[in-house]
């Protein structure tokens, strides 16, 4: 993208901030360089180059190791994600009492309303089946 943008087009000619940021905890440090130059020194310390702000005159780009940053970034992403987005369940068997099941619907809508995924889990057992053949679809309209 810099080498369209420029008008010499040339990587030695393009001038660029580059923040280097050493692997490690060191300090990271700045300094004005040419394109080329910014190439070799992420090559020398064996790390990447990522572009930070490129529409700026002249551009900022920073060498830095972007796997341990992507790692960083995923595991940052995932502890957050899991944190308060608990999958909930609720289980109505084939013989449950109304006051049961109103407690349990109640229960479900609290959780909705935090932001929670409910899982509703019908169950039923040869005995409620054979008692009444449409029991988990009675279920289903009554917890409905």
């Given at each position: 993208?810099l080498l369209e943008r420029s008008p010499s087009s040339i990587a030695s000619d393009i001038p660029v901030r580059l923040v280097i940021q050493p692997p490690g905890d060191q300090k990271a440090s700045t300094e004005m360089?040419?394109?080329?130059?910014?190439?070799?020194?992420?090559?020398?310390?064996?790390?990447?180059?990522?572009?930070?702000?490129?529409?700026?005159?002249?551009?900022?780009?920073?060498?830095?190791?972007?796997?341990?940053?992507?790692?960083?970034?995923?595991?940052?992403?995932?502890?957050?994600?899991?944190?308060?987005?608990?999958?909930?369940?609720?289980?109505?068997?084939?013989?449950?009492?109304?006051?049961?099941?109103?407690?349990?619907?109640?229960?479900?809508?609290?959780?909705?309303?935090?932001?929670?995924?409910?899982?509703?889990?019908?169950?039923?057992?040869?005995?409620?089946?054979?008692?009444?053949?449409?029991?988990?679809?009675?279920?289903?309209?009554?917890?409905?």
């Amino acid at each position: 993208i810099l080498l369209e943008r420029s008008p010499s087009s040339i990587a030695s000619d393009i001038p660029v901030r580059l923040v280097i940021q050493p692997p490690g905890d060191q300090k990271a440090s700045t300094e004005m360089v040419t394109l080329m130059r910014a190439v070799e020194v992420s090559t020398e310390l064996g790390i990447d180059l990522m572009g930070i702000n490129i529409e700026q005159n002249p551009p900022i780009i920073k060498a830095l190791d972007y796997a341990k940053v992507a790692y960083k970034s995923e595991k940052n992403k995932s502890s957050k994600s899991t944190s308060n987005k608990a999958v909930k369940e609720f289980k109505f068997k084939g013989t449950i009492a109304e006051n049961d099941m109103l407690r349990k619907a109640e229960n479900v809508v609290k959780y909705l309303k935090k932001g929670h995924t409910c899982q509703l889990t019908i169950l039923s057992n040869a005995y409620a089946r054979r008692k009444d053949p449409n029991c988990v679809e009675n279920i289903l309209k009554r917890v409905q």
